[in-house]
């Protein structure tokens, strides 16, 4: 048996992460766009990953800042999400999360949604814990 070759990607080096959907009808509304709530739960759980990866740490949603809606995604298209850490604090991490819609045969892509996301890194006990600095990073 061969050997599994294995890395260690140390805190506070992930800055951005990618995320593919294909937008099905069951995630749609009766226009045949994506429910709000959907591209909202694809874009917290797009900050989610982000801000697992770049702190090691669990971590919690705390707030949604200015959410805009700009293009429908439609049915049939791809929605990618793209997040990108823009802000430490002692605990909290925050992320702006860019929704493309993506026609599929033509590749004529559209940013629909644009928001950003605070999350907490939390403890084994649930308390807040300090996380790596974005400043530090160069």
């Given amino acids: ?76 298209q791809l929605a990618e999400f793209i997040g990108t850490v823009i802000k430490t604090g002692r605990t909290s991490i925050t992320i702006q999360v860019d929704m493309y819609a993506e026609n599929l045969l033509s590749g004529a892509r559209h940013l629909c949604t644009k928001g950003s996301f605070v999350l907490v890194a939390l403890d084994d006990d649930g308390k807040p814990v300090e996380i790596p600095s974005l400043d530090t990073l160069s």
């Fill in 1 to 76: 048996m061969k050997d599994i070759e294995t890395s260690c990607v140390p805190p506070g080096t992930i800055t951005s992460v990618r995320l593919i959907e294909m937008v099905f009808p069951e995630q749609t509304n009766h226009y045949g766009t994506l429910f709000g709530g959907e591209a909202l739960a694809l874009m917290d759980k797009t900050a989610f990953i982000l801000g697992s990866r770049y702190c090691r740490r669990n971590v919690v949603t705390a707030s949604s800042e200015r959410i805009d809606f700009r293009y429908p995604v439609q049915q049939g």
